[in-house]
């Protein structure tokens, strides 16, 4: 078990164009599975390359903020959105260990179809420098998806000590068992484009919100 002194936080990062039960419900889980003092909620600022988000960048963090109003366990950051330029998670971890010292455990958190498509993100090698990786699971992702250049590096890194994960501050990747929530948010605007309910797929002042603004439709 992690030691009682020890406080390992998780950041969490997305699009979340909108926030969604399936972005929310996993982590929970991870966050008892590993005892995570808090997690980090942290909307991109997207790239030029990629599709942009329908949502702008404040309606986008208010969701957050509606979502996890009360909820002790998360909070938000905005400082990607706070920038003109793209988000490279590697640039924020780093601006954050200058923030925090070498030496506090950090985590970030990814689903599993994240983690897939991980050797693709700027400076990747990195990244296990600068904190642990949490991956929670994903309907319709599986691990055996990976490359064997990929299955070397997990085997490398994989721990399954939640007391690793409190005792170092970087460098491990743990697969957790988390809930499966079949939900995306590209299946939420479509759904609400086709003025289809989302109700269940949402917090309630998320799918309000979205109503009042009339997004997605
Ligand atoms: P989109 O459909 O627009 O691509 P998304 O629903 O995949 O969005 P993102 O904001 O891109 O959500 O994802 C942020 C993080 O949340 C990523 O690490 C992603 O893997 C994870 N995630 C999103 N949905 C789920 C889900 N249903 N289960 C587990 N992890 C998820």
């Known amino acids: 078990m992690a030691n009682s002194t020890s406080r390992l936080c998780a950041l969490y990062g997305g699009t979340f164009d909108p926030i969604h039960y399936g972005h929310l419900k996993p982590v929970e889980a991870l966050a008892k599975q590993v005892a995570l003092q808090h997690v980090t909620i942290m909307p991109n600022n997207v790239p030029p390359h990629r599709p942009q988000p329908l949502a702008n960048s404040q ?77 929670c699971q994903r309907p319709g992702y599986s691990l055996s998806m990976k490359t064997p250049e990929e299955q ?32 995306s948010a590209t299946a939420i605007r479509q759904r609400l484009e086709q003025h289809q309910p ?20």
């Open 198 to 217: 989302c109700d269940d797929l949402l917090p309630p002042a998320v799918a309000e919100f979205i109503r009042q603004h009339h997004l997605y439709c």
């Open 152 to 183: 070397q590096w997990l085997d490398k890194h994989q721990t399954t000590s939640v007391e690793q994960l409190h005792s170092q501050p970087a460098g491990k990747i743990f697969l957790a068992q988390t809930p499966l929530y079949d939900i």
């Open 59 to 135: 309606q986008r963090k208010t969701m957050v903020e509606l979502a996890i109003s009360g909820n002790s366990l998360f909070k938000l950051d905005d400082r990607e959105l706070q920038r003109e330029t793209p988000s490279y998670t590697v640039e924020t971890l780093e601006q954050l260990r200058a923030e925090i010292g070498t030496e506090q455990p950090l985590a970030f958190i990814v689903g599993q179809d994240s983690l897939l498509s991980l050797q693709r993100w700027h400076r990747w090698e990195t990244l296990l420098t600068l904190c642990h990786l949490l991956v």
